[in-house]
């Protein structure tokens, strides 16, 4: 009878380490690797005139895909990048499919924002006003 107790003592002690693997696999492991599988064939569906991010945070639009994993990106009117296709993190499909049209309104959007940015900027003077507070708050502490 000691040498069955013995044995069920081993069994016993490994249980929780096989129950604590077996949540982490439910839990952790298998969604990740569902996560993984869809984002794969997600990276495998992106096609031109799709809008992308990048995992840089770079949201552009899919002007070409090559054959060897690159896509042609262009992140702002006449400039384009080269992205391996792994590096996209999200793909944002366009609902319309005529988006030859909206790439114009995109464009006109884009110099708008670039030109009041660059107004903005001009007329903004905040960066001047931060300059004398830190002086005369270091002059302060010398006096």
Sequence with gaps: GGEGEGGLGGIGAILPL???????????????????????AMLQEVHRGDDVVTNGGIV???????????????IAPDVRVRVMRTMISEVIRRPDPEFDEEDEEDEDYDEGYEEGYEEEY???????????QDESSGDKSKK
Excluded: M, S
Excluded at 18 to 39: C, D, E, G
Excluded at 60 to 74: Q, T
């Design 18 to 40: 096989v129950l604590i693997f077996v949540v982490f696999y439910f839990l952790l492991i298998r969604p990740q690797q569902k996560k993984q599988k869809a984002h794969r």
């Design 60 to 74: 552009g639009h899919v002007v070409k895909v090559g054959r060897d994993d690159n896509l042609l990106v262009e």
């Design 122 to 132: 001009e007329d903004d003077g905040e960066f001047e006003d931060e300059e004398p």
